[in-house]
């Protein structure tokens, strides 16, 4: 068998890694619907000719956790069927998908009738069906309701359209054209990885590519198992809690406990409570894709994103839980899940690893979606990610406006929403004092409202982090928790974290995330950071002085020293309490 050297073994990797960025940007350019273009809720990968995962793009990471239990799913399906021009497409979570929004698209390549390789795209759609616009809504009870199910099929027969396939699809979603150019532009960035592998063989030769695909499969386990090698060994639990089930039911756990033991390391969710009613349930695979992101998250940049990763990872998530749901359970808001899947991961690795491990976020993206007929009566699914904050750092503090860790994702911008749909942004902007106090402060909430200015709309919500609120870690304390405001009609509604509703004309839509948490004493951060983030208008005069012992001049801004000392010496002490008026 042909032996791969060092440097060859990294012109591949590097090379690879290109080729599925490349078919990123492909995907990007050549999209239809602004979920895609502007919020990137997509992923690219290759994989070899056994199916297994050799480079990922610079997207969305839970997607492409993914790609190892789809692959196995559409072997287990066509076996040897899989024939040159053959394309395969699946969205159905109990046939290797993550949920009904997100379709994979994936192409095998050949060389001279050899199959070589596979490109995968991964994009979330506005519309696949279902009972209401989005196919995403937190009161779904069973998958029925959530779109239409794709099982592995195969949209080209040889480079054959199944013209039947795409008819079944237009047919059964609301915006067809945006659905069926999404699923193109997906072919599109998988001729582009085809393209770019045959150029690879074409340099190396079939055998090189061939040996090297496996081999870098098999150097990223070396170095991963080498990485937790040198962590210490032990168990650490951590539980962190959904504020609901989507259907108005009370707060679901989720726990996990993270054990390490030589160079291997187990995730175990036992504890974590049954499968719920509403729509916020996880497949196992987006389950492994979370332990797979986070200890990835926690090791060195240089760590080749291959399948390999997962080798040295066991996940025990017991069947009909909320992270790995059973026949029927729905699953299409289950991304509010993985994001607090994530934080408690992170919770549970920070005793193991306490340099390396930030506090909580926001708690992911939120999720709005706007669906109704334009004046025209024509469908739109305006579908918007709010992407928040980060929180503190062991040695920085949390991201402002930049996207949770979990995820890749953007906004629409201001200009292309209020172009597209007929709705009108009238707040957009980061929320002072909203950000945990610590020594390192946590990232500052994204408040934003809309203006539905036509007709009637279906409206749906997926937040989370307004009861249990973003925690700090080592001293530091939680952020602000998030908030829904419906105004219609002059009243004002605080509406739950998670809710099908529905908009008139004129009606508003408030949401503010939670901000990130605080990591490290608040007394210990330097005054000189809290002055400037008074300046900055991030903390405002009296939270610098009741949670930072910071005493300020509120007209010149200007830090009174003697006081703060004397101030942070009583706040020490036992028995202290922040904001009872003791603070002057």
Not at 130 to 157: H, M, V
Not at 492 to 516: C, K, V
Request: overall charge negative; proline content about 5%; aromatic content about 8%.
């Amino acid at each position: 068998m042909t032996q791969i050297d060092p440097i060859t073994r990294e012109i591949m990797q590097n090379a690879l890694s290109a080729a599925a960025d490349e078919m990123s940007a492909a995907l990007y350019r050549t999209a239809y619907s602004t979920i895609v273009r502007d919020c990137l809720d997509y992923s690219t990968s290759l994989c070899n000719a056994e199916g297994r995962m050799i480079a990922q793009g610079v997207t969305i990471p839970l997607h492409l956790g993914s790609v190892p239990y789809a692959m196995a799913a559409l072997f287990e399906r066509f076996g040897d069927e899989i024939d040159p021009g053959d394309v395969f497409i699946l969205n159905d979570p109990f046939d290797g998908g993550m949920h009904i929004p997100d379709i994979f698209i994936v192409q095998p390549i050949f060389w001279h009738d050899r199959r070589v390789a596979f490109a995968v795209s991964t994009a979330h759609h506005l519309d696949l069906g279902g009972r209401l616009p989005g196919s995403s809504a937190c009161d779904n009870t069973e998958i029925f309701q959530e779109g239409i199910r794709i099982p592995w099929l195969k949209l080209y027969r040889r480079g054959e359209p199944d013209e039947s396939i795409f008819s079944l699809i237009r047919t059964n979603v609301r915006v067809p054209q945006m659905t069926i150019g999404d699923i193109r532009a997906q072919l599109a960035a998988c001729h582009i990885g085809e393209r770019a592998v045959h150029s690879l063989i074409e340099r190396y030769g079939y055998d090189t590519f061939h040996a090297g695909s496996r081999d870098l499969i098999d150097y990223t386990e070396r170095l991963v198992r080498s990485e937790i090698a040198s962590w210490p060994d032990g168990s650490h639990s951590f539980t962190d809690y959904l504020d609901s089930d989507g259907v108005g039911g009370p707060r679901v756990r989720i726990r996990v406990t993270i054990t390490v033991r030589g160079d291997s390391l187990t995730a175990d969710f036992t504890g974590t409570d049954p499968q719920v009613r509403g729509a916020v349930n996880s497949t196992l695979s987006f389950t492994a894709a979370v332990v797979a992101l986070c200890v990835r998250a926690v090791m060195r940049e240089d760590i080749p994103n291959t399948e390999g990763m997962f080798r040295p990872l066991e996940i025990i998530a017991p069947e009909g839980t909320l992270v790995n749901v059973r026949m029927p359970g729905a699953s299409s808001m289950r991304g509010v899940t993985g994001f607090r899947m994530t934080d408690v991961v992170f919770g549970a690795l920070s005793g193991l690893l306490p340099d390396r491990v930030l506090a909580a976020g926001e708690g992911g993206n939120s999720l709005v979606i706007i669906g109704g007929q334009r004046r025209d009566r024509s469908h739109y699914v305006y579908y918007e990610l709010l992407s928040g904050t980060w929180g503190a750092r062991p040695d920085r503090d949390g991201n402002d406006g930049l996207c949770n860790p979990a995820n890749v994702a953007s906004n629409i911008p201001v200009e292309q929403a209020e172009c597209e749909y007929p709705v009108r942004i009238d707040r957009y902007g980061l929320v002072c004092d909203s950000g945990g106090p610590g020594r390192f402060r946590g990232g500052m909430a994204i408040e934003r409202e809309w203006t539905l200015l036509s007709g009637e709309a279906h409206l749906a919500i997926r937040s989370d982090r307004r009861d249990h609120l973003p925690y700090g870690l080592y001293g530091g304390k939680p952020a602000t928790g998030s908030t829904n405001v419906l105004y219609s009609g002059g009243s004002r509604e605080e509406l739950p974290t998670m809710i099908s509703t529905s908009m008139s004309a004129g009606d508003r839509i408030y949401h503010r995330q939670a901000g990130g948490g605080g990591w490290g004493h608040a007394l210990e951060r330097d005054p000189a950071a809290v002055a400037r983030d008074v300046r900055d208008g991030r903390v405002s005069v009296n939270r610098a002085r009741e949670q930072y012992g910071v005493v300020m001049d509120p007209g010149t801004l200007v830090v009174d020293h003697a006081e703060t000392s004397d101030l942070r010496l009583r706040m020490a002490r036992p028995g202290f309490v922040p904001g009872s008026g003791n603070t002057g």
